[in-house]
């Protein structure tokens, strides 16, 4: 039996030609033309005006923060629940994040956002929001809080490219979205991210950041430090060719996500990640909820049949590294951990092989 992962890259089959072209053209240093082709893509597809391309979604969000003036005793609030690669940045300037719970959406909690703001002595500067697992946070609410109290949003769709909110893109409603294209995401280019904003000013600051904030000289003059952050040409070529076929994989995403609704609809302890209405997620993972059986006898008895699954991330206030931090928090996304579940949810694969899975479950569950 082949291993069902939780998601596998999956080729369009037009990648090695090109990195065929890289190669002809010479230009395997770090820029060249796909570089400025796999950005034009995110922005055609996400219609967003600026686009920078970048060694990690994790890379984009720490230039989102540095370009926003985030500095040491600054407040950055965060969903709790959600991968680390959200919260770093956060520390890497030395700002102090503060941490979030979710609502029966699974993600962030409106009413816990402004709760935290009422009661925060110091203001807050920024909001770093995740789309967690690919379905939209309930962005209208919290843009509006947001622009409200005068806090930058800075959207994590690292999950979520391809998901929209009323036609508009997961990524586009704040001051900063930023996607990965790390091995298991939606598409991947091996590793890599994108960071995205309507505003061109601050993508050209983050450009300079991200190529070691060189001065505009001929010899090498530096009044600000930086980083070397950019995405190689090479791993641009893969982006061009996935983007390609990024509504095929949120359409076959999304399908494996029904099939397994379907098959699992006559157990009632299990509830799955809602989708919030005029929202089209991009069903990145499927996730459920069991109610009584223990998620990790699952994740046994999915081994035995040699499928991937895994519990749902580790709330960031649990994590050890955040013991002292500030939260507003109220035992949901806990809660969530302590009962969920993520399925192999691979767009390369025939509804046939995810029956093992099911079966597993319907097995565990009667
Ligand atoms: C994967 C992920 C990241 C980090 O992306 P990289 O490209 O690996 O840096 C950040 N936040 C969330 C929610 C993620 O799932």
Partial sequence: MNRLFLSPPHMSGKEQQYIAEVFESNYIAPLGAFV???????????????????????????????VLGIEKGDIVLTSTFTFIGSVNAILYQGATPVFIDSDE?????????????????????????????GQMAKIDEIVAICKEEGIYLIEDAAESLGAS???QQSGTFGDFGVYSFNGNKIL?????????????????????????AKEKFLHYEHKEYGYNYRMSNVLAAIGVAQME?????????????????????????????????GSYGNRWLTTLIFEKTDPLKVVE?????????????????????????????????????????????PTKCKNDELMRVVEVIKNICS
């Fill in 105 to 133: 959406s699974w993600n962030l909690s409106p009413e816990l956002l402004k709760k935290a703001i009422k009661e925060l002595k110091v203001k807050p500067k920024a909001l770093i929001l995740t789309h967690l697992y």
């Fill in 301 to 345: 008895s999915l081994e035995e049949v040699n499928a991937e699954s895994r519990p749902l991330w580790k709330p960031m206030h649990m994590q050890e590294l955040f013991e002292d931090s500030q939260t507003f928090v109220d035992g949901t996304s806990e809660e969530m951990f302590d009962r969920g579940l993520c399925l192999p949810s």
């Fill in 245 to 277: 076929v990024l509504a095929e994989r949120v359409k076959r995403k999304r399908e494996v996500f029904e099939f397994y609704k379907e098959q699992l609809s006559g157990i009632e302890e299990i509830s799955f990640m809602p989708e919030i209405k």
């Fill in 188 to 212: 991947t280019t091996s590793g890599g991210g994108m960071l995205v904003s309507n505003n061109k000013e601050w993508i050209e600051k983050a450009m300079f950041f991200s190529t070691q």
């Fill in 165 to 167: 909110y009323k036609g």
């Fill in 36 to 66: 400025n082709r796999f950005e034009e893509s995110v922005k055609e597809y996400t219609g967003t005006s600026n686009a920078l391309a970048l060694s990690s979604a994790t890379a984009g969000l720490h230039l989102a923060l540095r």
